[in-house]
């Protein structure tokens, strides 16, 4: 059976027991074995980080909740050192994203884009990436596939373990 580890902020939010419940029925469905963190209770940063990646070890691929995290564009910067390791593990990595407009619309939509119309000049005078992905290009090329939501994630990651 194919074991997948769930990556994300979910943890951290009000309804994350009602998370993790969809999460083992989509997976029981489609005969997936999930990997959640915060199935078991760690209170120290190094042991979280431990069994973290002891359980991304385990697992055949990767589900990552890469929506934005505590600002309008990026995902949570947690996750995406777990897509990165699970990348160098050779492990397949769906990437969750619900929004799937390029890096420079989201900006634009969020107010902090070019500000001048035809730019990729941030306010802050960064140059924004143009490569009309969802997000940036070294987290983008790593993933296996794009899903707009978990049911859509968990039945990629069931058809990549046939």
């Known amino acids: 059976m194919t074991t997948i580890y769930f990556a994300g902020p979910d943890i951290f939010h009000p309804n994350f027991s009602r998370h993790r419940a969809l999460v083992q029925a989509l997976c ?3 005969g997936l ?5 915060g199935d078991v209770f760690l209170d120290q940063a190094r042991d979280i980080f431990t069994h973290n990646l002891k359980l991304i070890d385990q697992a055949d691929g990767l589900i990552a909740n890469l929506n934005p995290f505590r600002g309008p564009v990026e995902p949570d910067s947690g996750t995406v050192f777990e897509c990165a390791y699970a990348y160098a593990r050779k492990k397949f990595i769906i990437g969750l994203v ?5 890096v420079l619309s989201k900006l634009k939509a969020a107010g902090a884009g070019p500000a001048e119309e035809s730019g990729t000049l941030c306010p802050d005078g960064f140059t924004v990436e143009n490569f009309g992905l969802p997000l940036n290009l070294m987290l983008a090329e790593a993933l296996t596939g794009l899903a707009a939501n978990m049911e859509e994630a968990v039945n990629m990651a069931r058809s990549l373990s046939n």
């Open 28 to 30: 029981s469905k489609a």
């Open 33 to 37: 074995t999930p990997l959640t963190p």
């Open 98 to 102: 619900a929004d799937h407009r390029d």
